[in-house]
């Protein structure tokens, strides 16, 4: 499988709520191109305002997953509309980002060090030292109530050719639980400075626009 996770902002001009609806349409043409049929999973979290955890960050819009198979860029057939679907989806991000999704997107490789559905109440965690998320991911472990808990760390394999996201961090770490209170206990028992540990820290509820991960 192969991974992207993205940290955007959204489009100026749009309120929160606005940019949402519009993140929504975009995930919904980008389902709609021949390059999905190689999907497996697609999140979009959105931050949760304001800031429910001391150390969340309120500066980004927008947290995406996109899980595809590992034969994505690589198998034929390059069906006749793939160019035509990049083109249309580039115009789109600039329609509802602040501008184009690869330069602050990343390609990772997944620890999964707990295994859980999709969906939630989510924190992502972004750090520029590998050592120091997976730090923060083993203090994590046999929280109550965890749902998901995974280490991301970036990938700079030659297989990806020119496909070499511009996000500048080592490594993500996602902690997933239920719900809010569920997910404060979580962080609570990682111990004190979880959140401020991280470059960037964004708790966001997840919306689960595609699951075939099972």
């Known amino acids: 499988m192969i991974k992207?996770?993205?940290?955007?902002?959204?489009?100026?001009?749009f309120t929160p709520d606005e940019f949402t609806r519009r993140w929504r349409m975009h995930g919904?043409?980008?389902?709609?191109?021949?390059?999905?049929?190689?999907?497996?999973?697609?999140v979009q979290a959105e931050p949760i305002r304001p800031a429910p955890l001391p150390g969340a960050c309120e500066d980004y819009d927008a947290v995406a997953c996109y899980m595809v198979r590992d034969d994505a860029?690589?198998?034929?057939?390059?069906?006749?509309?793939?160019?035509?679907?990049?083109?249309?989806?580039?115009?789109d991000e600039l329609e509802t980002f602040s501008g184009p999704i690869m330069p602050v997107a990343m390609f990772v490789n997944e620890d999964?060090?707990?295994?859980g559905v999709l969906g939630g109440t989510s924190a992502?965690?972004?750090?520029?030292?590998?050592?120091?998320?997976r730090e923060?991911?083993?203090?994590?472990?046999?929280?109550?109530?965890i749902n998901r808990l995974i280490l991301n760390v970036k990938r700079t394999d030659?297989?990806?050719?020119?496909?070499?996201?511009?996000?500048?961090?080592?490594?993500?770490?996602?902690?997933?639980?239920?719900?809010?209170p569920a997910l404060r206990e979580v962080i609570a028992h990682a111990?004190?400075?979880?959140?401020?540990?991280?470059?960037?820290?964004?708790?966001?509820?997840?919306?689960?626009?595609?699951?075939?991960?099972?």
């Open 4 to 13: 992207l996770i993205y940290l955007a902002k959204r489009k100026p001009g």
């Open 28 to 42: 919904a043409k980008g389902m709609s191109v021949s390059m999905w049929r190689h999907a497996v999973g697609y």
């Open 73 to 91: 860029f690589t198998s034929p057939p390059i069906l006749p509309d793939d160019a035509d679907a990049n083109e249309l989806m580039a115009r």
């Open 112 to 115: 999964v060090m707990k295994a």
């Open 124 to 133: 992502y965690l972004f750090f520029s030292d590998a050592g120091a998320a």
């Open 136 to 145: 923060i991911a083993h203090r994590s472990e046999g929280a109550p109530g």
């Open 158 to 180: 030659e297989a990806l050719g020119s496909l070499q996201g511009g996000l500048p961090y080592a490594a993500v770490v996602e902690v997933s639980a239920a719900d809010l």
């Open 191 to 214: 111990g004190e400075g979880v959140l401020q540990a991280a470059d960037v820290a964004m708790v966001t509820r997840e919306a689960v626009l595609w699951d075939r991960m099972g």
